[in-house]
């Protein structure tokens, strides 16, 4: 709630703030939507391609090898260049190479392609968590963060229908042509509606107080410079080495659902791709509402005087917890049973996706960008190494079994991080 002190002095706050919100959940829904597109053309793909399942893990990960690696390039570009040109020039990139994979004629430039779309998508979260760092106070933080995470899971699951849809009638290179026109028009709006705190014209001084006394960066700008010393000094922190190992193998639940998923279904479950559409929207709903949830959760425990460690760690140890149990569809049989399994520990991964807020709370000031940067290098390694471990699997056995175990593993292993590594949830000081 706003402060009354400074409604007094200056009036209602405006909530010039909350649109700036709706433009990066906007902006990760079609961040998602693009990068995950590949999952639900995989099952036709594939056999058009004549590429395997090992094969295929590999151009899962494709992708992941170039967005980790952008992640600090990616990072020290935003402290550079601020926000608005930095996501522009994301948008504009990650769309185009979209649009490209329509063209794809064999596994050379497919793999060409995923690796230029994780370089143009690298710069994304650590914009939105900067966005939320610069516009928020840490008591709204959670929600704002849980608002634009549930992009990663919306788009897929109201558009999934029409996207296989899509795939029936028009073929699978349709879904990467309409993926990147949509990216497109995104990027036209970004230009012309974000701007930072001290730059838009809809914030009073009333919202900017608000802002600053709750923690809120709302100068934004730029990093003249980067002090190197001071960036390797992070990896130092055990704060660090927490939210990233936790993320990694929360990511890892996250990743099977946009690569391997479709396929499972298709596969495993030998459901038709019409009746994946309706299967699929049901886990990532689940999952939107979890991410949601979640960020409620910790905002409500911070307001009625929780302290940070317990408002920012309990949703997250609870989630990876709850999400272990995808385990438990190896051992039922009805594909109604399966679907209800996948869709509880897809929102247990959602109520788990709150590690930008953990960002936000304890990167150094001047910083965010590289410590967002750093943060989701190490978050998508998952996505490196869980496409690969599963294709293999399934490569090797011909079943999903042992990959939902090494999934579900993962995420005990997320929850022992956040437990026994992380420690104070505090902002760095350097």
């Known amino acids: ?120 998508e690298a710069p994304c979260f650590p914009a939105n968590s900067r966005v939320v760092a610069t516009w928020f106070p840490q008591s709204e933080r959670a929600f704002a963060t849980g608002v634009y995470t549930v992009g990663e899971y919306i788009g897929l699951a109201f ?24 990216g497109f028009a995104f990027a036209l709006v970004w230009v012309a509606k974000y701007r930072d705190p001290p730059e838009h014209k809809g914030v009073n001084a009333a919202e900017l107080d608000l802002i600053a006394a709750g923690g809120g960066l709302v100068g934004g700008g730029k990093t003249a410079r980067i002090d190197w010393s001071k960036a390797s000094r992070l990896l130092s922190f055990r704060q660090m080495w927490g939210i990233c190992l936790g993320q990694f193998a929360g990511n890892s639940t996250l990743v099977f659902f946009l690569t391997w998923f479709p396929t499972y279904l298709a596969t495993e479950r030998h459901m038709a791709f019409l009746k994946i559409g309706f299967y699929a929207v049901l886990p990532f709903i689940a999952a939107s509402v979890g991410v949601l949830f979640g960020g409620w959760w910790s905002d409500t425990m911070l307001r009625r005087g929780k302290s940070a460690n317990v408002a920012r760690k309990a949703p997250i140890i609870t989630g990876l917890l709850l999400a272990s149990t995808i385990i438990a569809a190896n051992f039922v ?66 079943s999903f079994f042992y990959a939902l175990a090494y999934v579900g593993s993962l995420a005990l292993m997320g929850a022992l991080a956040y437990i026994f590594v992380l420690g104070d949830v505090k902002r760095i000081e350097l």
């Open 159 to 182: 558009l999934s229908p029409a996207m296989f849809w899509l795939l029936v009638h028009h073929g699978w290179r349709s879904l990467f042509i309409v993926c990147g026109v949509i």
């Open 1 to 120: 709630m706003p402060d009354t002190n400074i409604m007094t002095a200056t009036g209602r706050p405006s909530r010039a703030r909350f649109g700036m919100l709706g433009l990066i959940a906007t902006g990760t829904l079609v961040n998602y939507l693009d990068r995950t597109v590949l999952g639900i053309a995989a099952p036709a793909l594939t056999k058009e391609l004549a590429i395997d399942a090992a094969v295929m893990g590999v151009v899962f990960s494709a992708f992941s090898w170039s967005y980790a690696a952008s992640q600090v390039p990616g990072g020290l570009f935003l402290d550079r260049f601020g926000t608005r040109v930095t996501y522009a020039l994301s948008v504009g990139f990650w769309s185009l190479f979209t649009l490209l994979h329509s063209l794809a004629g064999g596994l050379t430039s497919l793999l060409g392609l995923r690796l230029a779309l994780g370089v143009s």
């Open 333 to 398: 049989e009805s594909n109604t049973a399966v679907i209800a399994i996948l869709s509880l520990a897809f929102f247990a991964q959602g109520m788990a996706a709150l590690g930008w807020t953990l960002v936000s709370d304890i990167a150094p000031k001047g910083m965010l960008g590289l410590t967002g940067g750093v943060f989701n290098l190490a978050a998508n390694l998952a996505g490196i190494v869980t496409p690969l471990v599963i294709g293999a699997i399934v490569s090797v056995t011909g």
